[in-house]
């Protein structure tokens, strides 16, 4: 399967623990991009990095939250302090090329913080 | 028909049918819009994406329209199925920025 893998697909955690969320993207995809998706609602961008380089940053991505993408390959993301609000599906996208439109999703993590 | 649900809009029609799926996006300088497929428990699936300088759009039986002047987006699905079923997104980006999405519609198909 060569598209966006995420791993785990499920996790649940007691309120207080920390979580880490990993994504692979489609190989040779140079953009990767971290969205938080609740119930009824779309997407929301969270981060994305170009290569190793974290570009941009949301204001949802509080000082909790830390993404890296360390060999421009796959990322991490790590949620300290979970809070019950933090439940949500966790998705990854890819994209190629600098304006990289088409992003292509992975099958998403969903985090149920208890 | 086409129906408000609890958290969102839903469009129910029989296998066949033709669906046609709104959007009202929200910035007048979004240059690149991109529809989604999200079935329940996985990530979204791209269908079909268009650029500013283009109207209309056609893929395997969709079609995007893009009216810049009410800054309205529709998705056509012709001869729907029932593996249609699913929620579906637009999205919509202004250069390099990143994607915003749209609240979604519920299709539900009915053999």
């Known amino acids: 399967d060569t598209g966006v893998s995420q791993n785990p697909r499920h996790k649940i955690t007691k309120r207080g623990q920390n979580v880490t969320f990993r994504c692979d993207p489609i190989?040779?995809?140079?953009?990767l991009y971290w969205y938080r998706q609740t119930l009824g609602q779309g997407p929301e961008f969270l981060t994305y990095?170009?290569?190793?380089?974290?570009?941009?940053k949301s204001r949802l991505l509080s000082d909790r939250f830390s993404a890296e993408r360390p060999k421009g390959s796959f990322s991490t993301l790590e949620i300290q302090r979970t809070e019950q609000g933090d439940s949500a599906m966790y998705l990854c996208?890819?994209?190629?090329?600098?304006?990289?439109?088409?992003?292509?999703f992975g099958p998403g993590t969903r985090l149920l913080v208890l | 028909g086409e129906s408000v649900g609890l958290h969102l809009p839903t469009l129910s029609v029989q296998e066949g049918d033709n669906s046609i799926i709104n959007c009202a996006y929200s910035n007048s300088a979004s240059d690149y819009f991109i529809w989604y497929k999200q079935e329940s428990g996985k990530g979204p699936q791209f269908i079909i994406d268009i650029r500013s300088n283009m109207d209309k759009r056609q893929g395997q039986r969709v079609t995007v329209l893009l009216n810049k002047t009410v800054k309205h987006l529709s998705l056509q699905i012709a001869a729907t199925q029932p593996g249609d079923s699913a929620v579906y997104f637009c999205a919509e980006k202004i250069g390099y920025s990143t994607l915003t999405f749209g609240k979604g519609t519920m299709l539900l198909v009915s053999p």
């Open positions: 996208a890819s994209s190629f090329g600098s304006q990289g439109e088409t992003q292509y």
């Open positions: 190989s040779e995809h140079n953009r």
């Open positions: 990095f170009q290569n190793e380089a974290q570009l941009e």
